[in-house]
């Protein structure tokens, strides 16, 4: 059973940065893309970011893109996102989750992930 822990949300004003991480059991962690999503009430789970197998490769929603930078760690099991320049609509709830399949590359289909975090708060105010 695979587990996926986040941490590092809570309370920025515009413009500041938070780092999110998450931490993953597991001895397979290098063999699976990892991606990250948001979700705000009401409203459908966002992707964010995802990151290739080997970390190599790395993906944005066009809102995020020059701000968030999503990495990871094969040795520690981890996937982190960077989160700078934050604003009021990057207020979410945001996930990691584990692209099924052992596929290489992340995608942006919520759909394609098997396994997600409990989610961690991020509350941007003006």
């Known amino acids: 059973q695979v587990q996926l822990v986040e941490s590092g949300g809570g309370s920025v004003q515009a413009g500041g940065s938070l780092r999110l991480s998450c931490a993953a059991s597991?001895?397979?962690?290098?063999?699976?893309?990892m991606g990250w999503f948001r979700q705000v009430p009401g409203k459908e789970r966002e992707f964010v970011a995802g990151?290739?197998?080997?970390?190599?490769?790395?993906y944005y929603a066009d809102s995020v893109k020059g701000r968030f930078t999503i990495s990871r760690d094969n040795a520690k099991n981890t996937v982190d996102l960077q989160m700078n320049s934050l604003k009021p609509e990057d207020t979410a709830v945001y996930y990691c989750?584990?692209?099924?399949?052992?596929?290489?590359?992340?995608?942006?289909?919520?759909?394609?992930?098997?396994?997600w975090g409990q989610g961690t708060q991020v509350t941007v105010s003006l």
């Open positions: 990151i290739s197998r080997s970390g190599g490769s790395t």
């Open positions: 989750a584990r692209r099924r399949s052992a596929m290489q590359m992340p995608t942006s289909e919520a759909s394609e992930y098997d396994y």
């Open positions: 597991g001895r397979t962690f290098s063999s699976y893309a």
